[in-house]
């Protein structure tokens, strides 16, 4: 038989394709779901039920958290990436490291083919097939729903008439959980002028009042909180589900498609906003003024190649070797309050703060320089501009 691995998430698309490419196309159909955060044991086991029902050979579940974190999450935190200033590329980031572990097990089985069950309509299909091409361009591309231009209605009716009695009623909202944000998508989401109601965001306001937090940092990565060290990735898990509390990290993003059109998702991510602001403020008391000057066009453009599919270009792996160079003195405590929605943060404290008093204090006095010292500089530092406006006799 032909050896297929099937991206499979276990939602209609992925189970039409698990049915289809082995029952009518006869492959020897494989089925993979790559963990990037969300999946809980009883979800994965429900998963694993589901695509041996629908007549695969095999399903494997690989836990790639970590791998996500180290690959792709560590150097949004270190660039403080938000995609048009407000988007954590929560379902993006996770596309490419999901991509690559697919495409490294296929080899290891010594699949000649891969499918996904994208449409021709998003993102993913980009994002997957790139990352397919480049690592495996011998492994051949299968994508049904995208191929044949399937309607919603058209593959529930193939998978009934082939004895699959499951339930394919569409959720109103659709949720996709992972350690870098959950992206929400309802009828809302396909207008302009519209918000998502409270109750389509996965976490609810619980606690109310105020709650004060320390987040410690070293070299860039979240390595405590409240004087607790873990892992930074067991330190996302708990800030997320402390702020999550608070119903913080709630937005709707706005963006262009690789595809060229525009779209629009919701999305609840407290834990990278607040790490990301948090990390950001913390950079602005340790870096350079250049350092910070430079990080932030590099990291945009990060973001943007990451977001458009474009993560095994050489040049990502050169912004990654920046990014985390200028982490060198971003260690010190931050101080971040929850409130009910929102969350402020108050100030750091670090042995690296260049807000250093023995230098003089903003607005008040100087310790390191004379009066005429400063009329000097502000002589010379204006002097190309007078020249200017001399010779073009700029009044």
């Not at 698990?18 to 009883?42: C, D, I, M, R, W």
């Not at 495409?103 to 499918?115: C, H, L, M, R, S």
């Not at 607040?274 to 973001?303: D, M, P, R, S």
């Not at 990451?306 to 003195?329: C, P, S, W």
Request: proline share 2%; glycine share 8%; net charge negative.
């Amino acid at each position: 038989m032909k050896k297929l691995v099937l991206a499979y998430s276990g939602g209609l698309d992925t189970s039409y394709c698990a049915k289809y490419l082995s029952q009518e196309k006869g492959y020897e159909v494989h089925a993979v779901s790559v963990n990037t955060g969300g999946f809980t044991p009883e979800e994965k086991k429900e998963i694993e039920e589901k695509a041996l029902k629908l007549g695969v050979a095999t399903y494997s579940n690989i836990e790639a958290v970590d791998s996500f974190y180290n690959k792709v999450v560590k150097y949004l935190i270190f660039g403080n990436v938000l995609k048009n200033n407000t988007y954590p590329l929560s379902v993006s980031a996770e596309r490419i490291v999901q991509a690559i572990e697919i495409v490294n097990y296929a080899k290891k089985i010594g699949a000649q083919y891969i499918a996904h069950g994208s449409t021709g309509a998003g993102n993913d299909q980009v994002r997957f097939d790139m990352i397919f091409q480049i690592l495996a361009p011998e492994i051949e591309i299968i994508t049904p729903i995208r191929d044949e231009q399937l309607s919603r209605q058209e593959e529930i009716g193939y998978l009934k008439k082939n004895g699959v009695d499951m339930s394919w009623e569409k959720a109103k909202y659709s949720i996709n959980r992972g350690l870098w944000g959950t992206s929400v998508g309802g009828e809302e989401t396909l207008t302009s002028h519209q918000s998502l109601p409270e109750e389509a965001y996965p976490s609810q306001l619980k606690s109310e009042g105020s709650q004060k937090i320390k987040l410690t940092f070293s070299q860039g990565e979240l390595i405590a909180i409240d004087g607790k060290e873990d892992s930074p990735v067991k330190n996302i898990e708990l800030l997320n589900s402390m702020a999550s509390q608070y119903a913080i990290g709630r937005d709707i993003h706005v963006g262009d498609t690789i595809i060229g059109i525009k779209g629009r998702v919701g999305f609840e991510a407290a834990a990278p906003l607040i790490i990301i602001k948090a990390h950001h403020t913390l950079e602005k008391h340790v870096l350079t003024k250049w350092q910070q000057h430079h990080k932030e066009y590099l990291a945009n453009w990060y973001g943007m190649l990451l977001h458009e599919g474009q993560y095994l270009d050489e040049v990502m792996r050169n912004i990654e070797v920046f990014l985390a160079d200028t982490q060198k003195n971003v260690s010190g405590d931050v101080f971040v309050t929850l409130h009910p929605y929102r969350f402020v943060v108050d100030g750091i404290q670090s042995g690296h703060d260049l807000m250093n008093a023995s230098f003089g204090s903003y607005g008040e006095m100087n310790k390191g320089w004379t009066a005429d010292d400063a009329k000097g500089f502000i002589k010379i530092n204006s002097n190309q501009n007078k020249i200017y406006y001399h010779v073009n006799k700029i009044n």
